[in-house]
């Protein structure tokens, strides 16, 4: 079945140093979103990517999505304590019917 | 109402208990789903609701699991014989059927844990 992996499973950083996450799924993607979970939280939306290569921007923020629709990332430059938190990318399918989630990286940003 | 509501928030049942939980999705988000999801783990899909039918329910773990939403608004996840391994947060989410960006809005969770 499908299976959408996701790595580092943690990464600690320093405040202003820059932090990346890596998606690879085993088959490819009609679309692939990404939603960030704060401590206690629940997770929310932040980017959906449909087109192969697409790279979009949120501030701080820069997502892709690579040639063969297979693996995506998301890059946050200069990080800040209001980073913190869980990062996770979700394949879905073309109907919209499943959204496969990683299992997410635990981003901690040490003032 | 605002958000995907959930209820309850918190559940501690013995082994071998019958649980409930509820969902109110967004008003007018024709999709329901519920995942769940355990401690340092990513959202484990279970079932997936399109209107009043469950489109997909190829994540329910065994029979013990059922859900319903028979008005197409609220659903219930029912959870009989429950087991401890069955403790973890719930979480409802919801989406618009039709255009919109296709994002999911998640409740807040009902964490359930089994004694």
């Known amino acids: 079945g499908q299976q959408v992996m996701q790595i580092p499973q943690y990464q600690h950083v320093q405040e202003g140093e820059d932090f990346t996450t890596y998606c690879n799924s085993s088959t490819t993607l009609s679309n692939i979103q990404w939603y960030k979970q704060r401590p206690g939280g629940h997770p929310v939306f932040l980017i959906q990517?449909?087109?192969?290569?697409e790279v979009k921007k949120q501030k701080r923020l820069t997502f892709q999505f690579g040639e063969a629709k297979k693996n995506s990332s998301l890059h946050i430059t200069a990080t800040q304590t209001t980073d913190v938190g869980t990062y996770f990318c979700a394949g879905v399918s073309s109907n919209f019917n499943k959204f496969y989630f990683g299992s997410g990286t635990k981003l901690n940003v040490k003032p | 109402g605002a958000g995907v509501s959930q209820t309850p928030s918190n559940k501690v049942t013995e082994k071998g208990k019958y649980v409930e939980l509820r969902c109110d999705p967004i008003s007018g988000h024709t999709a329901l789903y519920w995942y769940r999801q355990s401690l340092g783990q990513g959202p484990e899909f279970l079932i997936y609701f399109q209107g009043t039918g469950a489109a997909d329910d190829s994540g329910l773990p065994n029979d013990r699991f059922f859900a319903v939403r028979p008005e197409g608004s609220v659903s219930t996840l029912k959870i009989q014989r429950t087991e401890r391994g069955d403790s973890a947060v719930y979480l409802c989410?919801?989406?618009?059927?039709?255009?919109?960006?296709?994002?999911?809005?998640f409740g807040e969770g009902s964490r359930l844990t089994v004694l």
């Open positions: 990517l449909v087109k192969s290569g």
């Open positions: 989410a919801s989406r618009q059927g039709t255009g919109g960006t296709g994002e999911l809005f």
